[in-house]
């Protein structure tokens, strides 16, 4: 198994400010993910993020928007840019485990935008 | 594009009860499903993860079930307890990478 931190839980920013998620865990590993849950919906993959190349955006992500750096193999960090009301949600990031495809996922930051 | 779809969305039970969660998803071609549950401000625990040659996985009082041709899959509690409550959601692997996409989830309330 593995064990996720994120920091901030939760936070309370304005319109078009930036935010940035950090993601730490206890162990190297090879493949982090960023999910968002939007309220009452399910989780969404925005990105894989491989440690030395760029990060892999799933349809309807964009760099600009979610910036990703990944510079060792037990942390990442998403930016969530130009924010608006619709980006409200919870962001989570996870890992794969170690010679399993189980995930594990981190507590998750809590983000509300006014 | 992959669906995942699940039912109940809601589940209110008395303890002691014996309940299935149901999970089915329109693309077969996976390579795992998993079953998570998601507590307030815990983030997702890892519940049980069937590889697509399986038919099952058990853990304690979990057992969930894969029929992939179907496109579907069934998360079995027995006798439920309080400390049950919270959402589960399904979770499938199209991609051999563990990108996984998810159902909306199911809200199970076990009322002692």
């Known amino acids: 198994s593995a064990v996720i931190s994120q920091k901030p839980s939760r936070d309370i920013c304005q319109r078009g400010t930036s935010l940035t998620i950090q993601c730490q865990v206890d162990s190297q590993v090879t493949m982090m993910f960023w999910y968002r849950q939007q309220p009452g919906q399910s989780l969404t993959l925005i990105a894989t993020?491989?440690?030395?190349?760029?990060?892999?955006?799933e349809s309807g992500f964009v760099i600009d928007k979610f910036p990703i750096s990944r510079p060792n193999l037990t942390f990442s960090t998403l930016t969530v840019s130009n924010m608006s009301p619709e980006d409200s949600s919870i962001y989570l990031c996870?890992?794969?485990?170690?010679?399993?495809?189980?995930?594990?996922f981190g507590p998750g930051t809590r983000l509300t935008v006014t | 594009k992959q669906e995942v779809t699940q039912i109940p969305a809601a589940l209110s039970v008395p303890e002691g009860e014996n309940l299935v969660l149901n999970c089915s998803f329109t693309d077969s071609a996976i390579y795992n499903l998993q079953w998570f549950r998601q507590d307030p401000g815990k983030g997702l625990t890892s519940l049980l993860l069937i590889q697509s040659s399986q038919r099952e996985q058990t853990s304690g009082r979990l057992n969930a079930s894969l029929d992939k041709s179907s496109g579907r899959s069934t998360l079995y509690i027995a006798a439920s307890q309080p400390g049950d409550s919270a959402t589960y959601l399904c979770?499938?692997?199209?991609?051999?990478?563990?990108?996984?996409?998810f159902g909306k989830g199911t809200m199970l309330l076990v009322s002692p």
């Open positions: 996870s890992v794969m485990g170690q010679g399993s495809y189980e995930q594990y």
């Open positions: 993020a491989n440690q030395g190349s760029e990060a892999t955006y």
């Open positions: 979770a499938v692997d199209n991609s051999g990478y563990s990108t996984l996409t």
